[in-house]
């Protein structure tokens, strides 16, 4: 599992670019995941239903993997549950904060040549790499 | 998708194609597994590029797609599209970003994944959502009103 397989990174950033191109396309809409939840949490009049169907179908998308793919979803979350708790915390508001996460500012905002979003992509990976890093540092 | 929020099947259709695709690519690169996504975050080493290259096929459809946008008048199905309106590199952007990032550095989820991965049922992933829900309610809804 940790073997890098160039295949499986490619072909499903792929899809995850198609499915982004077919929502800006199509409805006209940003697929930015943390303003999508954000909205469904704060609703806005006639914006609740999209985003609804879309949570729905992101996590169905995962329920089909393993038939479609042959290959069990595999999700190591086994650090101590407080991490989960503040990593979690931090991952909600900061997001709210910097107006998107890695795929609305990564990916869509990226793909949109928005300054914004590359300014926030290179500032959350920088920090994200940093932290990673000082709690390797850390706990050894 | 119209102004006064109906959606047309045709919408319908986008928006679960779009999720479902999106739900697929994420499992298949396995940025679901936050072990993927913390060896891309491992600069020390071992490094695994796996991110670095979901990121660029994302894009190799991406910016031609999100490019082609700029020479339509309104999106196939919608009266118009929506694009986020600030332009100013400002401090609540960059401050955002720092936030998500230290956060995405200690688990190795994001949002996306974040959802896909409740289909595993695990407790931790749950509690990562719960938490992030509650992160998101407290900036909207006490810290910045706006």
């Known amino acids: 599992m940790t073997e890098f397989s160039f295949i499986n990174a490619f072909a499903g950033g792929i899809c995850i670019g198609f499915a982004t191109v077919l929502m800006f396309l199509g409805n006209g809409r940003i697929t930015g995941i943390s303003g999508i939840i954000g909205g469904l949490m704060k609703p806005e009049k006639g914006q609740t239903s999209w985003r609804l169907i879309f949570v729905l179908s992101l996590i169905t998308g995962g329920a089909l993997f393993p038939w479609i793919w042959g290959r069990d979803l595999a999700v190591d979350v086994s650090s101590p549950w407080y991490i989960y708790v503040i990593a979690g915390l931090l991952v909600g508001y900061g997001t709210r904060n910097g107006s998107g996460c890695t795929s609305g500012h990564g990916i869509c905002g990226m793909a949109r040549f928005s300054p914004r979003s590359l300014v926030a992509t290179v500032t959350f990976i920088i920090a994200a790499a940093l932290t990673h890093t000082l709690v390797r540092l850390v706990t050894g | ?146």
């Open chain 2, 1 to 146: 998708m119209s102004e006064n929020n109906g959606l047309a099947w045709g919408n319908i259709l986008i928006i679960v194609a779009s999720g479902v695709l999106f739900g697929l690519g994420l499992s298949i690169s396995e940025m679901v597994n936050p072990t993927r996504v913390l060896g891309f975050l491992n600069v020390l080493g071992p490094w695994d590029p796996t991110l670095a290259f979901v990121m660029a096929g994302a894009l190799t459809v991406a910016v031609p797609g999100f490019q082609y946008a700029k020479l339509m008048h309104k999106p196939f199905l919608a009266v118009s599209f929506s694009v986020p309106t600030k332009k100013d590199l400002d401090g609540k952007l960059i401050s955002g970003a720092v936030i998500f990032g230290v956060g995405w550095g200690l688990a190795g989820i994001c949002p996306g994944p974040s959802l896909v991965a409740l289909n595993t049922l695990q407790v931790n992933v749950v509690v990562f959502v719960v938490a992030m829900l509650a992160g998101i309610i407290a900036h909207d809804r006490i810290f910045s009103k706006d």
